[in-house]
């Protein structure tokens, strides 16, 4: 019950804020005090002329009137100066002389918005009359159970249903029932899964099929239905929080036993609050169908707040099972994923430590009260104290709105709460949409997460470079020079030298050296690219006495 009375609620508070909001932007010619007056009066006699007039069905020409407020308001807004006696009588005048398209208030009562209906008009058609379909299939779909102003997402999705005729419609609706469901609960699936109408589109009478008998399973054996008491909203609801977990099974079905045996949790929790748990738990970059079984078992997870906790990495990783030996090398390779985190940014933290798929191994089958009882047992650690210095820092220097979104994007990208990550801001140019870029960039590139995380850490100015230069100096690594990205293991802070002026001329000259047979020594890229420029000629004279002048005169003119 209380789930029908807050759906309700919701689509009411709704409705009346779109009306309102409608009545104050229109171009309405009136005082104030008449616009609802005046709109109402406009609808009633807007619902006259489409029955009495254009013989569409009362109940029909009701809907459409009262929900196309804004092709309304721009009828009336047509027929200049106002008053409030003869208004009735002039728009009535105004309807038997201009007849209006028919479609674009059909279109917006449906519930499409209003932006989108220019470009769905037909540009031959003006009446319901000249479309032998289009009103009979929304008249049959609302006898039916079908709420009018919601139609328009059947429309969207499965624009085809509206060319059917009346009968044919009704044969597939009449299909539907023969798996048990009730109209309620067919309109719900219908407008959560619009592609079940969709066997004329391609759909595959196997793939609808396997939706309405995992529904089935759901509403019908394990008796969900049992539990509602519905409506259509009710009934949409319900459908639309099971499909953000068929949504993980893509489509493959398998999910509705699950689904049924933890039906509490389709009856208890909010949709907003199963997308957003289905989507944190996704980042960890298992296989989705994992997700949706750890929460479907692990409900507990849903009433967390994954927002506010500050946790300790290294606690956490104690509490969910790590050995001693694993917080060692933790400790020693990624210390700037340690220290405290916002448990929003623990996907990535893991992710920058090579431990996501290990992290979501710990707590699922069963074991998520691990990281619930955690988090309640220690919800805010302290910050480290160099770190809490820092963001005094930070909050009084000229700019820290700035700063602060830096900081953030390196929270958000997997380092932690902690003095390291303080240097290496300090490090960091540009805005933080700009680092984000290039961060994004070098993973596009085929950089590891967790690699790209230690690079950053050792050679903070990569990220100081635009998109196009990091991308141009990787390709130019793996292409040209014919080396694998581990090289960045050993060597981050190729990413850091000039390419144009260091790295080609160096290499080229390198490999000149090499077919000419004057050296079988095959130095490595850091030798040949870090060396100073003075060691670097050195180096070419003990090659060949006349090498050096041929490195300034072919391979680097700007230094002869």
């Known amino acids: 019950m209380r789930v029908m009375l807050?759906?309700?609620?919701?689509?009411?508070?709704?409705?009346?804020?779109?009306?309102?909001?409608?009545?104050?932007?229109?171009?309405?010619?009136?005082?104030?005090?008449?616009?609802?007056?005046?709109?109402?009066?406009?609808?009633?006699?807007?619902?006259?002329?489409?029955?009495?007039?254009?013989?569409?069905?009362?109940?029909?020409?009701?809907?459409?009137?009262?929900?196309?407020?804004?092709?309304l308001s721009n009828l009336i807004s047509k027929l200049g100066s106002f008053s409030s006696s003869n208004f009735p009588k002039k728009l009535d005048k105004f309807l038997r002389y201009n007849?209006?398209?028919?479609?674009?208030?059909?279109?917006?009562?449906?519930?499409?918005?209003?932006?989108?209906i220019s470009h769905l008009l037909p540009h031959d058609k003006f009446f319901f009359s000249e479309d032998g379909s289009l009103l009979d299939s929304a008249c049959v779909l609302c006898e039916f159970g079908f709420p009018w102003d919601r139609l328009g997402v059947l429309y969207v999705e499965s624009g085809f249903l509206f060319r059917m005729s009346g009968s044919e419609i009704k044969g597939r609706l009449c299909w539907f029932q023969r798996y048990g469901f009730c109209n309620v609960q067919i309109v719900g699936i219908c407008l959560t899964f619009p592609f079940v109408f969709g066997v004329e589109e391609g759909r595959l009478v196997d793939e609808i099929d396997g939706l309405l008998c995992e529904l089935k399973l759901v509403f019908l054996d394990f008796d969900l239905g049992g539990s509602v008491e519905g409506n259509v909203d009710v009934w949409h609801e319900i459908c639309r929080k099971v499909k953000v977990f068929y949504d993980l099974s893509d489509g493959k079905g398998k999910i509705g036993e699950l689904v049924g045996r933890n039906k509490h949790v389709i009856l208890e929790y909010r949709e907003e609050d199963l997308i957003e748990k289905v989507e944190y738990f996704c980042r960890f970059g298992v296989e989705k169908e994992e997700v949706g079984q750890l929460i479907l078992q692990g409900s507990e997870l849903l009433n967390l707040d994954f927002e506010k906790p500050v946790i300790n990495v290294l606690k956490l990783l104690k509490h969910v099972g790590m050995s001693s030996k694993g917080l060692g090398d933790v400790r020693k390779n990624y210390a700037h994923a340690l220290g405290t985190i916002k448990i929003e940014n623990l996907p990535n933290v893991m992710r920058a430590m090579g431990l996501l798929e290990w992290f979501f191994d710990r707590i699922k089958d069963g074991n998520h009260m691990l990281l619930v009882n955690f988090i309640e047992s220690y919800p805010n650690e302290e910050h480290d104290k160099v770190y809490q210095s820092g963001?005094?820092?930070?909050?009084?220097?000229?700019?820290?709105?700035?700063?602060?979104?830096?900081?953030?994007?390196?929270?958000?990208?997997?380092?932690?709460?902690?003095?390291?990550?303080?240097?290496?801001?300090?490090?960091?140019?540009?805005?933080?949409?700009e680092l984000q870029k290039r961060f994004d960039c070098l993973l596009h590139l085929g950089i590891e997460f967790s690699?790209?995380?230690?690079?950053?850490?050792?050679?903070?100015?990569?990220?100081?470079?635009?998109?196009?230069?990091?991308?141009?100096?990787?390709?130019?690594?793996?292409?040209?020079?014919?080396?694998?990205?581990?090289?960045?293991?050993?060597?981050?802070?190729?990413?850091?030298?000039?390419?144009?002026?260091?790295?080609?001329?160096?290499?080229?000259?390198?490999?000149?050296?090499l077919e000419k047979g004057l050296s079988s020594k095959n130095y490595s890229i850091a030798s040949m690219i870090a060396t100073s420029d003075k060691n670097f000629v050195g180096r070419a004279f003990k090659i060949h006495p006349a090498a050096p002048k041929h490195w300034f005169e072919q391979f680097y003119p700007k230094k002869f």
Request: net charge positive; with cysteine; hydrophobic share 35%.
């Open 451 to 513: 690699k790209l995380c230690k690079i950053i850490t050792k050679q903070p100015k990569v990220l100081s470079q635009n998109p196009e230069t990091l991308e141009k100096k990787i390709n130019f690594l793996r292409q040209e020079m014919g080396k694998s990205l581990e090289i960045l293991d050993t060597f981050p802070a190729f990413i850091s030298f000039d390419l144009e002026n260091r790295i080609k001329p160096r290499f080229r000259f390198h490999m000149w050296v």
């Open 6 to 71: 807050l759906t309700l609620s919701r689509h009411f508070c709704t409705t009346s804020k779109n009306i309102t909001t409608t009545l104050k932007s229109s171009n309405l010619k009136t005082p104030c005090r008449y616009k609802k007056a005046t709109l109402s009066q406009a609808q009633q006699s807007l619902t006259d002329y489409l029955h009495a007039t254009r013989s569409i069905p009362y109940a029909f020409a009701d809907q459409i009137s009262k929900n196309s407020i804004h092709s």
């Open 391 to 433: 963001l005094k820092t930070i909050h009084n220097a000229r700019t820290p709105t700035h700063n602060m979104s830096k900081l953030n994007f390196m929270h958000a990208n997997g380092f932690g709460e902690n003095a390291m990550t303080m240097n290496i801001l300090t490090h960091m140019h540009g805005t933080s949409e």
């Open 99 to 116: 007849p209006i398209n028919e479609f674009e208030f059909f279109f917006e009562s449906i519930g499409i918005q209003y932006a989108q």
